[in-house]
């Protein structure tokens, strides 16, 4: 769970493997697999449940292996994979202790494997799946305290500077607390020149200057005294260790390569001992870490030995650099640096989490700080280095997050380049309030940013849900819980297909991680107070010297990954690693493995390395197209500031014919025909993106409405031809339409329900099909009048909330259609009514359907006490040809509420920040028009 999150809410705190379930013939794997489009045409309607979701599981409770085994099994059966079972306490505290938390004895005990070999006995029951979390609570790496409580060498170091300056001529004593002392005499900047009163000793709040760095040395261990030359201005940088604890209770010392080891021995030994179905029914291990590579100016003999092999420099001469800057322009090299090296061991520590999970033939999953640069800097080091570590990279989406790209888009760069399975964490801390239309939109909108296996938060073991401050639960406890096969079926089959190939991108980004580390410096490194972390995500202050260009690459980087996907345009982002790796293609294009980028975007840029400027001059020179966002940089990590290497390229860059200068404009680029989108509209736009795959020759196209409204259009497939279906992942029917072809491209006309989204399929095989049958002319009726309303207490849901209970009947007997809240006593009631109601019926007719009309929120039809079916989103139409009759009928619709009703009032006292992110929605019931609606036989 993101950190920034709970403080902005709150104010406060690869190897190959695969997992075969034994009672199952489908194999999991965190690669997209390689499969035939006959074998993935055949698996598409019951997809083996390792494409399912996967729930969060959290045991926030004392154990109870009863309760493990029912809650296991319960969900197993609704298609729900038990998933990741997360040890951890409840978030909600009284007198500073969490009132409901895993008892910490209990964590790794045999009880603990009791329970959990009982979960996994309930998965394996039912043919699903488990895996789990090798933490208690976060981050990783401490073991509930247990790894420093073992090994207190491993506790984290930071160094803290004290800087003073001096005339010449002036001495100093050097405190004996000094863990060394680093002088350097100031630069030639005015402007930057610090007030000599703030320095009559050695502090920590200091101005920035400019430093001469060719005149820096480190003075001698143990030195009392040191004498400033005559000539120039002195500063005198004294560094301290300290343990820093960070805001998250971080205790251990990533940058230490002996921690993964220890750690390992504690956390995740013990499952290789007790669990025999590991690699099996256990099927990965999930990294729920939001940490800190180091707390501020981290520290260990591993960084310092590391930094002076690969860099050839002493790191203590580096740490002036990530505060001032110097004249020389060395500064960008140093961060740089700096940054390179902290970010490798980070990203090895998970690695070997990794390593030891490919080992038991299991996947591994990370969750990282992706929302910013900044935040990608100082909490991860190299993102996509430490998501290049694990078998099946993540992110979250908290709240509303699944409906903005941003978080996703460099995941699933990885995930695609390296052929791997891309996880999610959908729709935490969303409230009670979070409606079955959200959740369907949520799923339309993550496989289209490349999601391909599903993780949504959560289930809580603890089920008194003022316990818990973030929900919602997705357990039994809600209205929909009965329907919600629906939900993971929809998700099974679309996760089945996106595990499949790869995307057809032909426009590469390029992400400017390099220059963020080469500015990042200042005054976050400054003290030993917590910079809080909404400010740091947020504010224009976060880091002074350079963060308006921070601000500003940030800012352009940030609009081309939106207006790129507004735009629908088919793109991947590369890191230095990627963009390194590729090659310049004969047929014009950067080439990497099955990709193939006809167009490069460069966002703002302050700094990159000299082979990648090389590359995409010659990518330019080649007939390469490039669009330039803004400025060019000026600096590298090898030659530092104005680097004249860098210079010149750039400038030699910019006269190539195939570069496009846009000033971020991404709308104008696809507007004058630089940008390209694979589909266009022809007729009936609306706002929505796509993802275009390809799955053995064949082009998948996942296309999403996302929103309450049907849509009809006409669209335009370019360079496509073959015979068009529509892969239903509601219904798991493959469908065959109508396609026109027109010189190269494909014209399709298609329809749109409520909330709908599908997979078009082009095969090249086979001939576009012209005409389907026409729809025969459609007649309605409306069924109006009272119905009757009553409550089944055998079929309510239990109550979220220990000690309360639902009412025993209804305040009326008939009523029209209308609110269920004004109905007398009925505002806090969360569960399900029924209604009923008879009707005549006379026509003839090949196909009848029953529209409900507006529901909130759920649905389940009888007609003439037969069973019809169920609808957890809209639209609400139910196929009752076979079950009317002439005459007389009867109709009974169960309906459905939120549980948002029956916590409103814990919510405004135990969640109230859960409270903004969605309407209300608390009005339930059936609100119609219900209609017949029936095809005229000819």
């Known amino acids: 769970m993101k950190k920034y999150l709970l403080v902005t809410l709150l104010s406060c705190w690869g190897i190959a493997c695969s997992v075969t379930n034994t009672n199952k013939t489908e194999t999991t794997t965190w690669k997209n697999s390689q499969i035939s489009f006959k074998e993935l045409k055949s698996g598409f309607k019951e997809p083996g449940l390792e494409y399912a979701p996967y729930a969060f599981w959290f045991w926030d409770d004392k154990l109870d292996v009863e309760r493990v085994r029912t809650m296991a099994e319960e969900m197993a059966k609704k298609g729900l994979n038990p998933g990741y079972v997360h040890p951890r306490s409840s978030s909600v505290e009284e007198n500073g202790k969490p009132v409901s938390a895993l008892p910490d004895k209990e964590w790794l005990s045999h009880k603990w494997f009791k329970a959990y070999n009982t979960a996994v006995e309930g998965a394996k029951k039912h043919n699903a799946f488990i895996g789990y979390c090798d933490e208690y609570w976060s981050p990783w790496g401490r073991a509930n305290g247990r790894t420093i409580k073992k090994h207190p060498e491993l506790k984290p170091v930071s160094i803290l500077p004290r800087v003073r300056d001096l005339r010449g001529g002036m001495e100093v004593t050097i405190p004996d607390s000094a863990f060394f002392t680093v002088v350097a005499e100031h630069g030639s900047n005015e402007s930057l020149k610090p007030d000599l009163t703030k320095s009559e000793s050695f502090s920590t709040d200091f101005d920035f200057i400019n430093i001469k760095s060719s005149t820096m040395k480190?003075?001698?261990?143990?030195?009392?005294?040191?004498?400033a030359p005559d000539e120039g201005i002195w500063r005198v940088y004294t560094f301290y260790k300290y343990?820093?604890?960070?805001?998250?209770?971080?205790?251990?010392?990533?940058?230490?390569?002996?921690?993964?080891?220890?750690?390992?021995?504690?956390?995740?030994?013990?499952?290789?001992?007790?669990?025999?179905?590991?690699?099996?029914?256990v099927s990965g291990v999930f990294i729920d870490n939001e940490g800190y590579y180091a707390y501020k100016l981290g520290w260990s003999k591993d960084f310092e030995k590391e930094f002076r092999k690969k860099k050839g420099k002493d790191l203590r001469l580096v740490?002036?650099?990530?505060?001032?800057?110097?004249?020389?322009?060395?500064?960008?090299?140093?961060?740089?640096?700096?940054?390179?090296?902290?970010?490798?061991?980070?990203?090895?520590?998970?690695?070997?989490?990794?390593?030891?999970?490919?080992?038991?033939?299991?996947?591994?999953?990370?969750?990282?700080?992706?929302?910013?640069?900044?935040?990608?800097?100082?909490?991860?080091?190299?993102?996509?280095?430490?998501?290049?570590?694990?078998?099946?990279?993540?992110?979250?989406?908290?709240?509303?997050?699944?409906?903005?790209?941003?978080?996703?888009k460099e995941t699933q760069s990885v995930s695609e380049f390296e052929n791997r399975r891309f996880m999610t964490e959908i729709l935490g801390v969303a409230g009670f309030q979070m409606t079955p239309d959200i959740?369907?939109?949520?799923?339309?909108?993550?496989?289209?940013?490349?999601?391909?296996?599903?993780?949504?938060?959560?289930?809580?073991?603890?089920?008194?849900?003022?316990?818990?401050?973030?929900?919602?639960?997705?357990?039994?406890?809600?209205?929909?819980?009965?329907?919600?096969?629906?939900?993971?079926?929809?998700?099974?089959?679309?996760?089945?297909?996106a595990s499949h190939g790869h995307t057809e991108p032909d426009v590469l980004l390029l992400n400017p991680m390099t220059s963020v580390y080469a500015l990042m410096g200042g005054d976050y490194y400054k003290g030993t107070d917590n910079v809080a972390i909404d400010r740091l995500f947020n504010s224009e202050e976060g880091i002074k010297n350079q963060r308006n260009t921070i601000n500003q690459i940030e800012q352009v980087y940030t609009t081309a990954i939106n207006n790129l996907t507004d735009a629908r345009i088919e793109y991947l982002i590369a890191d230095r690693y990627y963009l390194g790796k590729m090659e310049i293609a004969p047929n014009r294009t950067l080439r990497y493995k099955d990709f193939n980028f006809k167009t490069v975007v460069v966002p703002t840029l302050f700094a990159l390395e000299k082979d990648l400027a090389h590359k995409l001059v010659d990518f330019a020179k080649a007939g390469g197209k490039i669009c330039l966002l803004g400025d060019l940089p000026v600096a590298s990590p090898e030659g530092g500031m104005n680097d004249s290497e860098i210079l010149k390229l750039m400038q030699e860059l910019k006269k190539q014919p195939s570069v496009i200068q846009s000033q971020g404009n991404i709308p104008w680029l696809v507007n004058n025909n630089h940008l390209q989108p694979h589909i266009e509209f022809v007729s009936g736009a609306f706002k929505t993106h796509h993802q275009h795959k390809k799955i053995d020759g064949k082009d998948f196209y996942w296309l999403i409405n996302n929103s309450t409204q049907p849509q009809q259009c006409e669209i335009k497939v370019l360079s496509l031809k073959g015979r068009a279906t529509k892969w239903d992942c509601e219904t798991g029917t493959i469908l065959e339409i109508a396609s026109i072809v027109k010189g190269p491209d494909s014209y399709v006309k298609l329809s749109f329900e409520p909330n709908e989204a599908f997979w078009l399929v082009f095969d090249n095989e086979k001939e576009n099909i012209t005409a389907t049958a026409t729809e025969a002319p459609r007649e309605e009726i409306l069924i109006e009048g009272q119905w009757k309303v009553s409550l089944d207490l055998s079929v309510q849901r239990p109550h979220p909330i220990p000690g309360k209970s639902y009412r025993t009947n209804l305040p009326v007997a008939e009523s029209g259609l209308v609110s269920w809240r004004s109905w007398d006593e009925m505002d806090e009631f969360s569960g399900l009514i029924d209604y009923e109601k008879n009707f005549n019926w006379s026509s003839d007719s090949e196909k009848v359907m029953l529209n409900l009309g507006k529901v909130n929120y759920v649905a389940e039809v009888w007609v003439n006490n037969q069973h019809v079916g169920s609808k957890l989103w809209a639209p609400f139409k139910f196929d009752v040809t076979h079950y009317l009759k002439k005459g007389k009928n009867s109709l009974k619709v169960r309906v459905g509420n939120l549980l948002t009703n029956a916590t409103y009032e814990a919510a405004q006292k135990y969640y109230p920040h859960t409270l903004v992110w969605f309407p209300d929605n608390r009005e339930g019931g059936l609100f119609g028009p219900v209609k017949l609606i029936w095809s005229v036989k000819n």
Request: aromatic letters at 16%.
């Open 319 to 408: 740490l002036p650099l990530m505060l001032d800057n110097d004249d020389e322009g060395t500064w960008p090299k140093a961060r740089y640096d700096w940054y390179d090296i902290a970010g490798d061991i980070y990203a090895d520590f998970f690695g070997e989490l990794n390593d030891w999970c490919a080992k038991q033939g299991m996947y591994c999953i990370s969750n990282l700080w992706e929302e910013t640069l900044t935040a990608q800097a100082l909490r991860v080091g190299d993102f996509f280095k430490q998501q290049r570590r694990v078998s099946m990279p993540g992110t979250d989406a908290l709240t509303l997050k699944v409906f903005q790209v941003h978080d996703f």
């Open 218 to 227: 480190l003075l001698p261990q143990g030195i009392k005294n040191w004498k």
């Open 439 to 497: 959740m369907k939109q949520a799923i339309n909108s993550v496989i289209c940013w490349g999601t391909s296996h599903i993780v949504p938060h959560g289930v809580y073991f603890n089920r008194d849900m003022t316990k818990t401050i973030w929900p919602p639960d997705w357990y039994d406890i809600n209205p929909y819980w009965p329907y919600l096969k629906h939900w993971t079926d929809f998700v099974r089959r679309a996760s089945y297909v």
């Open 243 to 281: 343990h820093g604890e960070y805001d998250i209770n971080a205790d251990v010392n990533y940058l230490d390569r002996s921690l993964a080891k220890k750690y390992l021995a504690i956390a995740q030994e013990p499952y290789k001992k007790n669990v025999p179905e590991l690699g099996k029914t």
